[in-house]
Structure formats: C-alpha cells, structure tokens
C-alpha cells in the first residue's frame, strides 16, 4: 500500500475505514492528533470525532508549560466543536501556578462534560515530579448525566461534602495520592470506589462514605483516621488495608480517649463502630492491620454479622476472641485464608480479658488456609479453635507465606474478582 500510494502521491491511509483512523486518533495525546488535519481534509473531521482526547504536554519543551498548555486546551476546545466524549485524560503538571490549573482545567473539564464524556481522568504528568509539592486544589463541580467514571490522582479536595448527585450514572471512583478534606462521600449510583496509593485524609473526624449501590470498595495506603463506612447492602468485595499511616493505633488497646494527639483512638464513635457493620454484606472480605491498629478489634465488640460473607482473608492483627467472634457471625463462611507472617501473641491486650466460649458450628467452612514462618504455640491455639468449630483437619492447610502480608488478591486485580 505504502509504494503504491508513494508512487501516486495519494493518502497511503486511503483504504482505511474512518472508524479503524478514529480509534487509531483515540491513542494520540491532543495536540499530536490535532496536526494530523494537515495531512488531508479528511483527517479534519477524522480528528474531531476521535472518541478519546488525551490532554497533556511535553515537560521536555523549552516552551512555558502552563502557557502552552493554556494555548492547546484553546485550540482543542475551539477547532473540535461538541463530538461525543468516550474517555478523557488531562495531565497537570507539577509546579504550575494555582491559577492556571484552575482557569486551564476548569475550561477542559466544562468543554468535556458537555461532549458527554464517560470517563474522566485528572493526573499528573510524571508522578516522580510531585515530591515535596502541594497537589493543587480541585473545586470543579461535577455535573452529567453520562460521566461513569473519575480518576482523580494528585488533587486536593476541599468540600463539605462530596456529592455527585449531579452524577447519576457514575459508577466508579478512583483517588490516588489526593488530599481529600471532605465530611462526606456520596452517591447513589456508584458501584466501584477506591482510595489508595497514600491519600491524606483528615485527623480529627471520619469522612463518612454513603454509597448504598457499592459492590466493589478498596481503602488502603491512607494518612489519617480510617473513613466511616454506612450500610452498603449491595457490596460484594472489600479489600481493607491499614498500616503504619493509618492514626487508628492506640498504646492501651483497653482504653478508648487515651488523650495523645496522635491517637486516633478519640474520634472513634460511641457505639455501632466504624467499618465492619458497612462491610457486614460483603462476599469477599480481605482486612489487613499492623498489629496497633485497633479498628477491627473495637468494632467487633458490637458482634456484627456477616450474613453473605464466603471468602475472608485476615492478617496478625487479630486475637483469639476476634477469630472467634467472626467464624461465630458468618455463617455461610467457605473458605477462610490467615497470613501470619509476624503474629507474636493472640492473647494481648484485649484478647486476655475474656474466656474463649466455643458453642456453635461452621457447617459451610471446607477450606482453611493458614500461611505462617512456623508452627508455633500460637498457631496450635488456632487450630484448636478451628477443631473446635467442627473444622476436619484435613480441611486445613498450613504453607510458608508466599507474599507480604499487606499486598493481596483484592489489592492486586479487583476486577479479577468480580466480573460486572
């Protein structure tokens, strides 16, 4: 094709189908794509109905950044008119001033909302660049009835309350490395939340989570006190990670309001908790802790049940009582994995308070996994709990571990887990 069209000085690409030209365009960042219309009039309107519009600039230019990306975001939002949107990514960079990401991306985000964009992300353009900076504020309101999906990485966002009402349809929400200084998450409609890779999120009150439709929720990686989950009757798969950042850690795991600046201890509510009864309809349960975390343990003073849950992953955070009180409330339990890497005792603090009462059956567990450096006193205690429960012992397996304690299936692919 090429030597024919070479000799006849005709568009090599002329045989291609318009629709195979605009998903190759969809790949393109803007301002590539955008001199594409200098090839033919026909790329003109090829380049207006790409579906994708990548925004985004090369940190290399000698060019001014944040003018030249002001130049481009005038030109794209001009020359393009109001195609549909399917997927939109705006690239900040780093170091610019606060007024240009707010009047360049504010009139981006408008322009895409109204080509009815579906997917929306905001991130910067070289993450190893944002060290040491302040994200900059995003306090652009949300309002489409076709906007599905938003990730949101590297943005600070300062509202009462994040309400995407004005969303209908949005069903998946990702924040990344965001300062999130809200009361309130909330949405009718949303199925997929996450907020991960070390979100800072505020010290002293809860940011409340209401998405009644969730069926997929990731929380891990976060600076702060652990947000407050209401009832979630639709949710499926929960990965829960916290660790050394999380200010959920007490020094007197028997004394709630120990009165250190640091604890998070103070702000934990007077009763009912603050994760588990959210996450008591989840299917598939995956809660990791450092060990002087003391949400989990608090919570399940108020015994909630876990009416749907079939799969569980625990780490060593957890004592004796607490196993026992979670096999006791689940009772459709099939499959229970404990990674143990570093477990020293399952008796501390308030493990050692009250006598072990075994009463009841797991008539549904068939498998145990159990991965530990060795079979120690503790390990026994464990397995004579599981005897206890009716757990045939060939139903249980005991490995070395084959990964870190804090990085596991959920984590890694939760759309593995459940296929919408």
């Not at 094709?1 to 960042?29: C, I, K, N, Q, Y």
């Not at 353009?125 to 076709?146: T, W, Y």
């Not at 757990?391 to 692919?413: E, N, T, V």
Request: net charge negative.
């Amino acid at each position: 094709m090429h030597t024919v069209a070479s000799g006849s000085g005709e568009d090599p690409f002329r045989v291609l189908p318009d629709e195979l030209l605009r998903h190759v365009l969809s790949f393109l960042p803007a301002d590539d794509a955008l001199q594409t219309c200098v090839l033919d009039t026909r790329w003109r309107d090829l380049w207006r109905r790409a579906t994708s519009l990548i925004l985004f600039f090369d940190k290399r230019s000698s060019a001014c950044s944040c003018e030249r990306f002001e130049q481009l975001a005038k030109l794209v939002t001009n020359l393009r008119g109001h195609s549909p949107l399917v997927k939109c990514e705006i690239n900040v960079y780093p170091g610019d001033p606060p007024e240009a990401f707010t009047n360049t991306t504010k009139l981006l985000i408008d322009y895409v909302l109204a080509c009815q964009t579906e997917e929306l992300t905001l991130s910067p353009v070289d993450v190893e660049d944002i060290d040491g900076l302040d994200p900059p504020i995003f306090d652009v309101p949300l309002i489409s009835q076709h906007l599905k999906t938003i990730d949101l990485h590297w943005v600070c966002l300062e509202f009462p309350g994040l309400d995407f009402s004005g969303c209908p349809v949005l069903e998946d929400l990702k924040l990344r490395h965001c300062n999130v200084y809200v009361q309130k998450i909330s949405s009718k409609s949303l199925k997929r939340l996450c907020i991960t890779d070390f979100c800072v999120v505020p010290l002293d009150f809860r940011i409340r989570i209401c998405a009644p439709d969730l069926v997929s929720l990731q929380v891990d990686d976060f600076d702060g006190v652990t947000p407050f989950l209401e009832d979630m009757p639709s949710l499926v798969t929960a990965y829960v990670g916290l660790d050394r950042a999380c200010h959920d850690w007490c020094e007197d795991m028997r004394l709630k309001g120990c009165g250190l600046y640091d604890c998070g201890c103070h702000t934990y509510p007077e009763e009912g908790g603050v994760l588990l009864n959210g996450l008591s309809n989840a299917v598939n349960l995956e809660l990791i802790a450092v060990r002087q975390v003391f949400i989990y343990t608090w919570d399940l003073e108020w015994c909630p049940t876990f009416f749907n849950l079939k799969t569980l992953l625990l780490n060593e955070w957890f004592t004796a009582i607490d196993l026992v009180c979670i096999l006791q409330h689940s009772p459709l339990l099939e499959m229970l994995t404990l990674q143990l890497g570093g477990i020293k005792s399952l008796t501390r603090a308030r493990g050692a308070q009250k006598p072990i009462e075994q009463s009841f059956m797991c008539a549904h567990l068939k498998i145990v996994n159990i991965e530990c450096d060795e079979v120690d006193e503790d390990i026994r205690k464990i397995l004579k709990i599981l005897w206890a429960c009716g757990i045939l012992r060939g139903r249980i397996s005991i490995k070395a571990p084959s990964s870190p304690s804090y990085f596991f299936s959920f984590q890694k692919d939760p759309q593995a887990v459940i296929p919408l």
